[in-house]
C-alpha cells in the first residue's frame, strides 16, 4: 500500500512531532509499505536520517503552509496518489500563533485530486480559551480549524483519550476518533555495565541514587518539582535529559532555583544528547521521574522511552492518566496536589529493590503491549482501513 505521510517538522529539525512522522514512516515501511513524506524545506537532509534499512522517500518541497504551499501539496498528492495520506497536526506547526486556515483545507482539496484516505493524526487540538484577546482569537482559529479538519479527514487519530473525550463533546458525538498512543522518541540502544558506569559518572552520580527526566524543559514540563526533590533528598542527583535551543531561558531559570535551594551541585543539565548517548543515560538511572502538567499520559514520548528502558517511574496522575498507569505494578502514580508526595513515592521506590524491580519489569512488559512502533503501525493501519 503507498502512504503518504504529511508533518511541518521531520528530522533533522528536533521535536515530537518530527521524531513520530519519522519512526511511524520507517515501521510502516518495515510491515512492508510504500512511504513517502511531503515535509518542509528546511528539513532538507533528512532523507538520510535516520540509517535505516527501509525505504521512505522524504520530499521536502514545501516552502511555508499558506494557501500556495498546500495548492501545491494537494497536486504533489494527487500526482503520486497514495492509498492513504496520514496528516500530522499540532496548530503551531503549521502557523504563527498556530492560526494556520490553509493546512485545515488540505483534507478537503485531497478529496478533489485524489481517492486517499484521508487520516487526521491529533496531536495537539487546540489552546484553551483565555480572556486575553489575542490567546481568545488563538482559541477560537484553532477550533475552526479543528472542525474544518474533522470535516475534511476520512478518519481521525487522538494520543490520549482525553482528546477523545473534548473531540466527541465539541462535536456532540458526532465523531468518534480513534486512541493510538504515541511510541518512544528513545529507543534502547545497547549499552554496557562500563558504559552506564561511565555514564553515571559523567553525569555527576557515581553510587549515589541517580533520578532523571528526559526533555524536562518543555512546554508542560515542571522542572521546579524535580529540582525541589533534590532538597527533601539528600545526597540524591538529577540528570536533566536532552532539550531545544528554544529552551535556555527555562535552563537559566532552573539553574536559578537550584542555586536558591542549594543543591546545584547535584543537578546535570546536558542540552541536546544523541539519541544513542540518550539511551545509554536513560540505562543509568535508578529511577525516572515524570512531571508532565497533565499526568503520566500516552501522548508523551519522553515516558514511553522510559517505559521502553525498563525504568522504575515516578509521575503525577493527571487528567490524561490513563487506566493502563497501574499504580504500584507499572509506576508509582502521585497525587499533583501535594508537593510532598512526589518525594514520598521516589524515596519509597530508592528504599525497595523488591519495588523497583516490579516497576521495571512492569514497565517493560506495558510498553511491549502497547507501545512499540510496530504495534502503532498495525493500529494506525486499522484506522486507515
Same mark, same amino acid.
Given at each position: 500500500m503507498k502512504i503518504a505521510l504529511v508533518s511541518a517538522d521531520y528530522p533533522p529539525t528536533a521535536g515530537g512531532v518530527a521524531d513520530y512522522t519519522c519512526h511511524l514512516g520507517h515501521a510502516l515501511a518495515d510491515l512492508g509499505h510504500s512511504i513517502q513524506v511531503l515535509t518542509s524545506r528546511r528539513t532538507?537532509?533528512?532523507?538520510?536520517?535516520?540509517?535505516?534499512?527501509?525505504?521512505?522517500?522524504?520530499?521536502?518541497?514545501?516552502?511555508?503552509?499558506?494557501?500556495? +504551499?498546500?495548492? +501545491?501539496?494537494a497536486r504533489q498528492l494527487g500526482d503520486t496518489a497514495p492509498d492513504v495520506v496520514g496528516l500530522q497536526y499540532v496548530p503551531a506547526m503549521y502557523g504563527r500563533g498556530g492560526v494556520a486556515p490553509a493546512i485545515a483545507l488540505l483534507p478537503?482539496?485531497?478529496?478533489? @485530486?485524489?481517492?486517499?484516505?484521508?487520516?487526521?493524526?491529533?496531536?495537539?487540538?487546540?489552546?484553551?480559551? +483565555?480572556?486575553? !484577546?489575542?490567546? /481568545?482569537?488563538?482559541?477560537?482559529?484553532h477550533r475552526a480549524q479543528l472542525g474544518l479538519l474533522a470535516w475534511g479527514c476520512h478518519?481521525?487519530?487522538?494520543?490520549?483519550?482525553?482528546?477523545?473525550?473534548?473531540?466527541?463533546?465539541?462535536?456532540?458525538?458526532? %465523531? /468518534?476518533?480513534?486512541?493510538? !498512543?504515541?511510541? /518512544? $522518541?528513545?529507543? !534502547?540502544?545497547?549499552?554496557?555495565?562500563?558504559?552506564?558506569?561511565?555514564?553515571?559518572?559523567?553525569?555527576?552520580?557515581? =553510587?549515589?541514587?541517580?533520578?532523571?527526566s528526559l526533555s524536562p524543559l518543555g512546554i508542560g514540563e515542571r522542572p521546579e518539582r524535580l529540582v525541589a526533590l533534590l532538597r527533601d533528598l539528600p545526597s540524591t542527583h538529577l540528570a536533566l535529559?536532552?532539550? &531545544? !535551543?528554544?529552551?535556555?531561558?527555562?535552563?537559566?531559570? @532552573?539553574?536559578? %532555583?537550584?542555586?536558591?535551594?542549594?543543591?546545584?551541585?547535584?543537578?546535570? %543539565?546536558?542540552?541536546?544528547?544523541?539519541?544513542?548517548?540518550?539511551?545509554?543515560?536513560?540505562?543509568?538511572?535508578? @529511577?525516572?521521574?515524570?512531571?508532565?502538567?497533565?499526568?503520566?499520559?500516552?501522548?508523551?514520548?519522553?515516558?514511553?522511552?522510559?517505559?521502553?528502558?525498563?525504568?522504575?517511574?515516578?509521575?503525577?496522575?493527571?487528567? =490524561?492518566?490513563?487506566?493502563?498507569?497501574?499504580n504500584g505494578e507499572n509506576i508509582m502514580l502521585a497525587p499533583d496536589? $501535594?508537593?510532598?508526595? &512526589? /518525594?514520598?513515592?521516589?524515596?519509597?521506590? &530508592?528504599? +525497595?529493590p523488591a519495588l523497583r524491580a516490579r516497576l521495571s519489569d512492569g514497565a517493560r512488559r506495558l510498553y511491549l503491549r502497547h507501545f512499540t512502533w510496530e504495534a502503532i503501525a498495525r493500529q494506525f493501519l486499522e484506522v486507515a482501513a
Open positions: 532538507r537532509g533528512a532523507a538520510g536520517a535516520p540509517q535505516r534499512p527501509t525505504a521512505v522517500d522524504v520530499a521536502p518541497t514545501l516552502a511555508d503552509w499558506g494557501m500556495r +504551499s498546500i495548492v +501545491s501539496a478537503l482539496a485531497l478529496r478533489r @485530486v485524489t481517492r486517499a484516505r484521508i487520516v487526521g493524526v491529533m496531536h495537539e487540538l487546540a489552546l484553551g480559551w +483565555s480572556l486575553h !484577546p489575542r490567546r /481568545a482569537v488563538q482559541a477560537a482559529a478518519r481521525l487519530v487522538v494520543t490520549n483519550q482525553r482528546y477523545a473525550d473534548l473531540l466527541r463533546a465539541w462535536t456532540h458525538h458526532r %465523531l /468518534a476518533p480513534r486512541v493510538v !498512543p504515541v511510541g /518512544a $522518541n528513545i529507543v !534502547p540502544s545497547a549499552s554496557s555495565p562500563h558504559e552506564r558506569a561511565a555514564m553515571r559518572r559523567a553525569l555527576g552520580a557515581g =553510587e549515589e541514587p541517580l533520578l532523571g535529559l536532552g532539550g &531545544l !535551543p528554544t529552551d535556555a531561558r527555562r535552563q537559566t531559570t @532552573v539553574l536559578g %532555583l537550584a542555586r536558591r535551594l542549594g543543591v546545584a551541585d547535584r543537578i546535570k %543539565l546536558t542540552g541536546y544528547i544523541a539519541p544513542r548517548d540518550a539511551s545509554c543515560a536513560l540505562a543509568a538511572l535508578d @529511577v525516572y521521574v515524570h512531571t508532565r502538567d497533565v499526568g503520566a499520559s500516552t501522548r508523551s514520548t519522553a515516558l514511553v522511552a522510559a517505559l521502553a528502558h525498563g525504568l522504575p517511574i515516578v509521575a503525577y496522575r493527571g487528567p =490524561e492518566t490513563a487506566e493502563i498507569f497501574v496536589d $501535594n508537593p510532598g508526595a &512526589l /518525594a514520598e513515592r521516589v524515596r519509597l521506590v &530508592l528504599a +525497595s
